[in-house]
């Protein structure tokens, strides 16, 4: 492969004047260039590792043992789930002390906000490696929906109200309440519809530049693009009615709120298409109840943290709201496609310099488009998960990942970032015993003739 390969249409020869190249090399008896997952059969180099094939080698590289392929792991993506992982952890512990490393109230966004897209992106970009081949669609499309339904059924137990908290020994949840929707439950169904859309919707179109990639790939993006006009007409479509909820008060009595409503296209806390559906299709009873909303300077005296309410605060200010629920879930599973096509560019792109640029573009024109969209009032929000939020996060974690694959996979930046990669590799455990306080309420659960003197106590969480 020569080298501009790599490069995106407009950087050296065109996809035309490669295409024709290559077809002439073939007439006249020269190598076949290895472009997709396709041609296996001339053992190539692992595309994953950033290797190449030369145009001046008269004979194919010999394949290396089955042992040593099956250790190699693309190190950079490692790294960033451990970061992602660590962000994690460090907005969970600080994010009640800083405000910038907490959650946005509502409009705009934090570092906090950026934390669940990677994952999916990260999941997005995980499934073009795992399905690099798929010599059974049926067998695979089964074990993705057995790993889907693992996922979601783990996210239940561990975010559905089983577990009552780190100073708890009481578990236990009603079924009648119990939460439905969470982080695992998102990224399970996004995990699932991403698999799908790789295992059947591959072209075969060879790749030679970044347009081709659009072509082989045309109705991943076409799901993509239905799932983010369907999300917008409901967003914005939908009549929202007056409503009303009750919360239990002192004394076990129950207090009921109205909310007016009536209208559409509502994007603020009381009045969007997001929480009407939840609470239509889940039933408010199932739905998150600390919404992020409460530490809005409406909801509360303190302002943008946790607080008491205002005299005049409006009446949603205590209504259940899901951050994961049905809706704003679709575009979480845009963000897992768009994962999916950067990971297309490690699978047809050997050269280091292609990768990275058909990783920049992309992600600076969806920043680009993002803070575009915010400026004339599609705003970039979390909890509904809107489609400039989707933009903007998808193109930080591409330039983020292209960072990171620069430094520990073109430079080999390794030793620095071992914590990170170890992290990376056991992003879901590390999820369930710390994010999830598994580890703490194990701990707990071990004390000294009374539930405060347990170890808790003396590390500085306290019980």
Same mark, same amino acid.
């Given at each position: 492969m020569d080298d501009n390969a790599g490069a995106l249409p407009g950087g050296g020869a065109s996809c035309r004047q490669r295409r024709a190249a290559a077809a002439a090399a073939d007439a006249m008896g020269g190598y076949e260039l290895v472009r997709s997952d396709d041609s296996a059969a001339a053992g190539p180099p692992d595309l994953e590792l950033g290797g190449s094939v030369s145009a001046k080698s008269p004979s194919p590289p010999l394949p290396r043992p089955t042992s040593q392929v099956a250790r190699q792991r693309l190190g950079s993506l490692d790294v960033f789930r451990g970061i992602t992982v660590l962000l994690m952890i460090i907005v969970?512990?600080?994010?009640? +002390? =800083? #405000? /910038?490393?907490?959650?946005?109230?509502?409009?705009?966004?934090?570092? /906090? *906000? $950026?934390? %669940?897209?990677? +994952?999916? $992106?990260?999941?997005?970009?995980?499934?073009?490696?795992?399905?690099?081949r798929v010599p059974d669609k049926l067998e695979a499309t089964k074990k993705a929906v057995l790993r889907a339904l693992? &996922? $979601?059924c783990l996210g239940l137990v561990l975010q559905g109200g089983f577990f009552h908290g780190v100073h708890s020994l009481t578990f236990g949840v009603d079924l009648t309440k119990i939460r439905l929707m969470g982080i695992l439950q998102r990224i399970a169904i996004a995990y699932l519809l991403a698999a799908i859309c790789?295992?059947? &919707?591959?072209?075969d179109d060879d790749v030679d530049c970044g347009l081709d990639l659009l072509r082989r790939y045309r109705y991943q993006l076409v799901v993509a693009l239905l799932l983010s006009t369907v999300y917008t007409v409901i967003l914005h479509g939908v009549y929202v009615p007056d409503w009303e909820y009750q919360i239990s008060g002192p004394g076990s009595t129950e207090k009921s709120f109205f909310v007016k409503c009536g209208g559409r296209g509502d994007t603020g806390p009381a009045c969007n298409a997001v929480g009407i559906l939840d609470r239509t299709i889940l039933g408010i009873d199932h739905l998150y109840r600390r919404p992020v909303y409460a530490r809005t300077k409406e909801c509360s005296i303190n302002f943008p943290q946790n607080g008491p309410l205002p005299p005049d605060a409006p009446s949603w200010c205590q209504a259940p709201f899901d951050p994961e629920g049905l809706l704003s879930s679709v575009m979480a599973i845009v963000t897992c496609l768009i994962g999916l096509q950067f990971g297309h560019i490690i699978i047809h792109f050997e050269k280091h310099k292609g990768r990275i640029i058909n990783w920049l573009i992309p992600s600076f024109? %969806? =920043?680009? =488009?993002? +803070?575009?969209?915010?400026?004339?009032?599609?705003?970039?929000?979390?909890?509904?998960?809107?489609?400039?939020?989707? =933009?903007?996060?998808?193109?930080?974690?591409?330039?983020?990942? /292209?960072?990171?694959?620069?430094?520990? *996979?073109?430079?080999? $930046?390794?030793? #620095?970032?071992? #914590? %990170?990669?170890?992290m990376g590799k056991h992003a879901l455990m590390i999820y369930v015993l710390v994010a999830c306080n598994i580890l703490p309420m194990f701990i707990h659960g071990f004390y000294w003739r009374e539930p405060k003197n347990n170890l808790l106590k003396f590390v500085g969480i306290g019980a």
């Open positions: 969970d512990d600080a994010g009640a +002390f =800083l #405000p /910038a490393l907490n959650h946005s109230p509502w409009d705009g966004v934090t570092i /906090a *906000d $950026f934390v %669940m897209p990677f +994952f999916l $992106f990260i999941v997005g970009l995980s499934l073009t490696l795992a399905y690099k693992k &996922l $979601f790789e295992i059947w &919707l591959k072209g024109s %969806m =920043l680009a =488009l993002a +803070f575009s969209m915010d400026f004339i009032g599609i705003r970039m929000n979390k909890p509904l998960y809107t489609i400039s939020y989707t =933009l903007a996060a998808s193109g930080a974690a591409g330039l983020l990942f /292209a960072g990171i694959y620069t430094l520990v *996979d073109v430079y080999g $930046f390794r030793k #620095p970032t071992i #914590p %990170m990669e170890w």
